[in-house]
């Protein structure tokens, strides 16, 4: 069993704790935030013992041995390198860093303290992810794919009152492409490997981040195309096109189904199965598995990908000159 903190105290920090203790390896033992009312708040829904409003407390304290971070994409970098250093592994939320020169240094600092770094990502960690790289062959030679993440958000409605919530400001490194583009990027990485050339085609805001985008990643052979959007709505299903058959699956996160559709009978066999309701379960019991047993094989495949990840978002932004404020 693993004691843990959380930073943040938003619906992804309840979910997170939530699917935290139904995997039954991880003990939620402190909270933090600068509100101690929020703080306290946590703390007695979920059945925390201490509460902080300093990291720098909290990251001493001999109560957590791991911390979960869900503070403000833009300081994730400074929170986690706090934990870091105070020898805790970190498990940050996606977008885990706003640049690659972060996690570099992120990276190295979790390897000088012997403690790990993870970013905290659902939908390659899930048993259905597992299923649709092993049975990847049967489409043959992948052609052509489609991952598509368009989900409205209401926070949108506040940008078009005139307010910048954090998701849609460049000063928290908001935008569409690291907050919901993510999750169909990590699909594209996790089953095809880093792309030859990352081009982004994004709908701007005022506040210099993206609303929406068509990025494109070239392979060898074919071209994946990733459409991801907080300012409108979709129902277009992910698709992977092989020359013999074609994967259709529903979302790419939570992957909750899939289906094969043969390219000849054109007969279509459902491969996926019933996962948890709360799916970042699997991440957690991943991440506790690579921390009690050391596995740094699994380690460094999830940081490549993550770094890979983090290569492309950032690419594909200065393309169009979308640069956070900590970049400035």
């Known amino acids: 069993m693993i004691n843990f903190g959380t930073v943040g105290t938003g619906w992804i920090t309840s979910s997170f704790i939530e699917a935290a203790q139904a995997s039954k390896q991880l003990h939620l033992t402190s909270v933090f935030s600068r509100s101690e009312e929020k703080a306290r708040l946590l703390a007695d829904t979920y059945g925390a013992s201490t509460i902080f409003t300093s990291i720098e407390e909290m990251a001493k304290s001999s109560e957590i041995d791991a911390v979960y971070i869900a503070s403000p994409n833009s300081i994730h970098y400074s929170n986690t390198l706090t934990f870091l250093k105070n020898k805790k592994h970190v498990i940050c939320e996606k977008p885990i860093f706003s640049n690659i020169a972060e996690s570099d240094e992120a990276f190295r600092i979790a390897e000088e303290n012997g403690v790990f770094l993870f970013e905290a990502i659902r939908n390659i960690h899930t048993p259905n992810f597992k299923i649709l790289k ?22 949108y409605d506040l940008y078009l009152q005139g307010e910048e919530p954090n998701i849609f400001s460049s000063k928290y490194s908001g935008g569409a492409l690291v907050d919901l583009g993510v999750y169909p ?90 996962q948890e309701e709360k799916d970042m379960v699997y991440e957690c019991l991943n991440f506790v598995r690579i921390i009690e047993t050391k596995d740094h094989t699994e380690y460094e495949k999830l940081k490549k990908w993550s770094q890979i990840v983090l290569q492309i978002t950032e690419e594909a932004r200065k393309q169009n000159g979308i640069i956070f404020a900590s970049e400035k």
Not at 145 to 153: E, G, V
Request: glycine residues 8%.
């Open 134 to 155: 092993e049975k990847l062959s049967m489409a043959g030679d992948v052609r052509s794919a489609i991952l598509p993440y368009i989900k409205y958000s209401s926070r």
């Open 185 to 274: 990027i990590y699909l594209a990485v996790g089953l095809f490997g880093e792309p030859k050339k990352v081009s982004y085609h994004p709908v701007k805001l005022r506040s210099g981040v993206d609303g929406s985008g068509t990025l494109v990643l070239e392979y060898q052979d074919f071209v994946c195309t990733i459409l991801c959007s907080k300012v409108s709505h979709s129902t277009i299903l992910c698709e992977i096109h092989g020359e013999a058959g074609t994967f259709v699956l529903e979302d790419a996160a939570p992957i909750s189904k899939i289906e094969f559709i043969d390219s000849h009978t054109n007969d279509g066999q459902a491969l996926s199965v019933l």
